[in-house]
């Protein structure tokens, strides 16, 4: 019998404040299903997902389906694949959470939170013989991105390991402003993406997450006490494997985030009361809050009983100030440390070749004459090596040092090529790291998952 015969498709319910989970589909059919019954709730079909094995408990599917990629730390059987010309998650597990987390997910993106993208919940799995098997979640992978583990192909210094804690502080808090309780933060239920020498946090495991019009202080504090147990938990396994420095104390280094989510929280949330001749700390506010990613949509000033003070309290509303100016100059989508970058060494070509030039127009020449020639300088088996914001951020970085150490202006021809040679060529490839049989890496990421997702 065909997969696709009695496949049955399922959009999701278009009720974006329905409160809960999805409800739970049933078969056509009061009888058992058979191989190929399948239930399928997507936003889209896409008819590709039928050609994979879902007769197959997923811990036997054939290599030939597979795709090899780095996996975290998981309590699910979970694989990669092929799906067309990306790559999915298939993480099985109950119908009750596969639902939920699909739900949890898809609301996610429509509130522009970093996550990964669901594409479907499947059930109805028999094998050939009627035995059932669990339902999947199926997400697409995030290109690029990196399980933490992942990134510990040598001893990891203690500054990329506070990096990262900042970029799941950041994300936390980006969670907390919009009501989201994840109930499990770690590193694990994270992938991590390079943003301009920092890293940019997704969330990947949502099954323990719920959505509320606005969380208690208790909540918060739940959720950061659950992050920094975790996060001390991980850095002593590293810590145990020789994966970090010596010298790295994995419980102070856990608290980072602590320290980090509430500076990030009081800068956006806290009112500050200054006399009326200080207005200029208006700006200087607004402008902290650009820096750390974030605009400000409106904001309220109340003037104080005795009128000598003005209290204010910016709205602040999702981060990507700088990625959605570039997207909006360029249309090139960056994360935003990566915009910042990019968007500096713009202002710079404008203010150096034609500072009176309409601001549009010099950007659009800044990407013809500057990031477009960065990118098809680099040979298509490099390609794969960073995304080419990121190439181009590393390449402007590299000549600006080149420039300083040789105390010249280097043309950019000559610091890409040197680039290419000297620095590129020598990282490993974050589009799609394929795994070796190397003892190490076997021991990091045998039977997990790239996330607890």
Same mark, same amino acid.
């Given at each position: 019998?065909?997969?696709?015969?009695?496949? +049955?498709?399922? !959009?999701? #319910?278009?009720?974006?404040?329905? *409160?809960?989970?999805?409800? /739970?589909?049933? =078969?056509?059919?009061? %009888?058992?299903?058979?191989?190929?019954?399948?239930?399928?709730?997507?936003?889209?079909?896409?008819?590709?997902?039928?050609?994979?094995?879902?007769?197959?408990?997923?811990?036997?599917?054939?290599?030939?389906?597979?795709?090899?990629?780095?996996?975290?730390?998981?309590?699910?059987?979970?694989?990669?694949?092929?799906?067309?010309?990306?790559?999915?998650?298939?993480?099985?597990?109950?119908?009750?959470?596969?639902?939920?987390?699909?739900?949890?997910?898809?609301?996610? +993106?429509?509130? !522009?939170? #970093?996550?990964?993208?669901?594409? *479907?919940?499947?059930?109805? /799995?028999?094998? =050939?013989?009627?035995? %059932?098997?669990?339902?999947?979640?199926?997400?697409?992978?995030?290109?690029?991105?990196?399980?933490?583990?992942?990134?510990?192909?040598?001893?990891?210094?203690?500054?990329?390991?506070?990096?990262?804690?900042?970029?799941?502080?950041?994300?936390?808090?980006?969670?907390?402003?919009?009501?989201?309780?994840?109930?499990?933060?770690?590193?694990?239920?994270?992938?991590?993406?390079?943003?301009?020498?920092?890293?940019?946090?997704?969330?990947?495991?949502?099954?323990?997450?719920?959505?509320?019009?606005?969380?208690?202080?208790?909540?918060?504090?739940?959720?950061?006490?659950?992050?920094?147990?975790?996060?001390?938990?991980?850095?002593?396994?590293?810590?145990?494997?020789?994966?970090?420095?010596?010298?790295?104390?994995?419980?102070?280094?856990?608290?980072?985030?602590?320290?980090?989510?509430?500076?990030?929280?009081?800068?956006?949330?806290?009112?500050?009361?200054?006399?009326?001749?200080?207005?200029?700390?208006?700006?200087?506010?607004?402008?902290?809050?650009?820096?750390?990613?974030?605009?400000?949509?409106?904001?309220?000033?109340?003037?104080?009983?005795?009128?000598?003070?003005?209290?204010?309290?910016?709205?602040?509303?999702?981060?990507?100030?700088?990625?959605?100016?570039?997207?909006?100059?360029?249309?090139?989508?960056?994360?935003?440390?990566?915009?910042?970058?990019?968007?500096?060494?713009?202002?710079?070509?404008?203010?150096?070749?034609?500072?009176?030039?309409?601001?549009?127009?010099?950007?659009?020449?800044?990407?013809?004459?500057?990031?477009?020639?960065?990118?098809?300088?680099?040979?298509?088996?490099?390609?794969?090596?960073?995304?080419?914001?990121?190439?181009?951020?590393?390449?402007?970085?590299?000549?600006?040092?080149?420039?300083?150490?040789?105390?010249?202006?280097?043309?950019?021809?000559?610091?890409?090529?040197?680039?290419?040679?000297?620095?590129?060529?020598?990282?490993?490839?974050?589009?799609?790291?394929?795994?070796?049989?190397?003892?190490?890496?076997?021991?990091?990421?045998?039977?997990?998952?790239?996330?607890?997702?």
């Amino acid at each position: 019998m065909s997969e696709t015969s009695n496949a +049955q498709w399922h !959009d999701e #319910p278009t009720d974006y404040e329905q *409160a809960g989970k999805l409800p /739970r589909l049933r =078969p056509a059919s009061s %009888e058992s299903p058979s191989l190929g019954s399948l239930n399928i709730t997507a936003a889209a079909t896409d008819p590709e997902l039928l050609d994979l094995p879902w007769h197959i408990a997923l811990e036997q599917w054939p290599a030939s389906a597979l795709a090899a990629l780095p996996r975290g730390i998981s309590r699910h059987i979970v694989r990669f694949a092929h799906l067309g010309g990306s790559v999915i998650a298939v993480k099985e597990t109950s119908e009750h959470i596969a639902r939920h987390e699909y739900h949890m997910l898809r609301k996610l +993106q429509r509130l !522009d939170v #970093p996550c990964v993208e669901p594409v *479907a919940v499947i059930s109805g /799995r028999t094998t =050939p013989d009627g035995d %059932e098997l669990d339902p999947v979640l199926v997400t697409r992978h995030l290109k690029f991105s990196l399980p933490y583990r992942a990134l510990f192909s040598q001893t990891l210094r203690r500054d990329t390991l506070t990096r990262l804690i900042d970029a799941q502080a950041l994300l936390l808090v980006r969670l907390h402003l919009i009501g989201f309780y994840w109930g499990d933060v770690s590193l694990s239920n994270t992938l991590f993406r390079r943003d301009a020498g920092s890293f940019a946090a997704y969330l990947v495991d949502a099954e323990t997450g719920e959505l509320y019009p606005e969380l208690s202080t208790g909540q918060r504090e739940y959720d950061l006490e659950i992050a920094r147990v975790n996060i001390a938990g991980e850095l002593m396994d590293l810590a145990e494997g020789g994966l970090i420095e010596e010298k790295v104390d994995p419980l102070a280094t856990s608290e980072l985030i602590m320290d980090s989510y509430r500076r990030l929280w009081t800068e956006l949330t806290e009112k500050e009361s200054f006399e009326l001749g200080e207005r200029w700390r208006v700006g200087a506010r607004i402008r902290r809050l650009n820096e750390l990613g974030f605009d400000v949509e409106e904001y309220a000033i109340k003037t104080a009983v005795n009128g000598t003070q003005i209290q204010l309290q910016p709205k602040v509303v999702d981060a990507g100030h700088h990625s959605r100016r570039l997207l909006r100059l360029t249309g090139l989508d960056a994360q935003e440390n990566q915009a910042r970058r990019l968007l500096n060494d713009m202002d710079a070509y404008r203010a150096d070749n034609n500072p009176t030039l309409d601001e549009e127009f010099s950007a659009h020449l800044w990407v013809n004459e500057v990031f477009e020639p960065i990118v098809r300088a680099v040979p298509r088996e490099l390609g794969g090596k960073l995304e080419p914001a990121e190439v181009v951020h590393e390449v402007l970085e590299h000549r600006w040092y080149m420039s300083e150490r040789e105390d010249r202006n280097v043309p950019m021809a000559e610091a890409v090529q040197s680039y290419l040679d000297d620095e590129l060529r020598h990282r490993r490839d974050e589009a799609e790291i394929m795994l070796t049989a190397d003892a190490r890496t076997i021991g990091i990421d045998e039977d997990s998952e790239y996330g607890d997702n």
